[in-house]
């Protein structure tokens, strides 16, 4: 038997518990998705770690609660990259909203179709592809490398030489027109495909870019504020256009934050180079 930790998956008030235990006859891998009876309803939590009952018998003595087990495990396989535990612990602190809602923020609105298309995808497999792994990379060393260019001949040469070096590079855009602009703009230029990422992607369209972009299959995405919270494996290259742009800001949900910030916090795990380009020819 083992006590499973847990974040869920709905708006908990920052000023009560954010982590919740559990038990369940089985370990359970970090990132994995479980469902828990939370007070008089039933949600979806993300494992964060887990611990044989026999190591915790002292505590649980002296605890003045009860352990519910977990409902049913979603997926014993890592859905959650390590890096979206660490960005969401990130955007809590910063500003000042429950984990738990930062965390449903980050991760794909529709996760059990996520869940169940990498399923098919990877049929025979006991893990499914690895994410970034963050450990590897300690950002308090890194600094980014931030420029300005007015210049697109410029800034495609920044693309292509990140590209031949198998890098992924995205294009952030604040808007639906900035994103077909400039995907006109570059497929013309340069001969790499290029994959757009919105929150208007159906559900299948999404799931493939998901996997596509963890597998570095999708190396040049031009995408909106949602293209932040895709599994990057290797991000060599960030080109933020109008970064002034209000559109960049999520004034429609909480909690409510600055993409253009945020990806400040990536590059530095990611070692990545940012260009703000504000020029729109």
Not at 62 to 77: C, G, Y
Not at 97 to 118: A, D, G, T
């Amino acid at each position: 038997m083992f006590i499973i930790n847990v974040i869920p998956l709905t708006n908990i008030p920052k000023f009560q518990p954010q982590i919740f235990s559990y038990f369940y006859k089985s370990d359970l891998i970090k990132g994995s998705i479980v469902e828990i009876p939370l007070r008089h309803r039933n949600v979806m939590a993300i494992v964060l770690n887990s611990a044989s009952v026999s190591s915790k018998k002292a505590t649980l003595k002296k605890a003045d609660f009860v352990l519910k087990p977990i409902n049913k495990v979603i997926s014993s396989k890592q859905i959650v990259p390590p890096l979206f535990l660490l960005l969401a612990d990130f955007m809590s602190h910063y500003y000042f909203y429950p984990i738990s809602l930062c965390l449903k923020i980050i991760l794909p609105r529709r996760i059990k179709s996520l869940i169940n298309y990498l399923e098919k995808l990877y049929p025979e497999k006991k893990e499914f592809p690895k994410y970034f792994d963050p450990s590897i990379s300690k950002a308090k060393e890194n600094k980014i490398e931030k420029t300005s260019s007015h210049n697109l001949s410029d800034l495609i040469k920044e693309i292509k030489a990140n590209l031949k070096n198998k890098k992924q590079v995205l294009v952030l855009v604040p808007t639906i027109f900035y994103q077909n602009y400039y995907f006109t703009k570059l497929s013309s230029k340069i001969s790499e495909p290029i994959l757009i990422s919105s929150n208007d992607l159906k559900i299948k369209e999404f799931n493939s870019l998901w996997t596509k972009v963890n597998s570095q299959e999708a190396r040049l995405i031009i995408g909106r504020r949602s293209s932040l919270f895709l599994p990057w494996q290797n991000l060599g290259l960030v080109v933020v256009v109008d970064g002034n742009n209000n559109s960049y800001k999520s004034w429609d949900q909480k909690p409510y934050y600055n993409v253009v910030f945020l990806i400040n916090y990536l590059a530095l795990y990611y070692y990545s180079s940012i260009i703000y380009y504000d020029a729109y020819y």
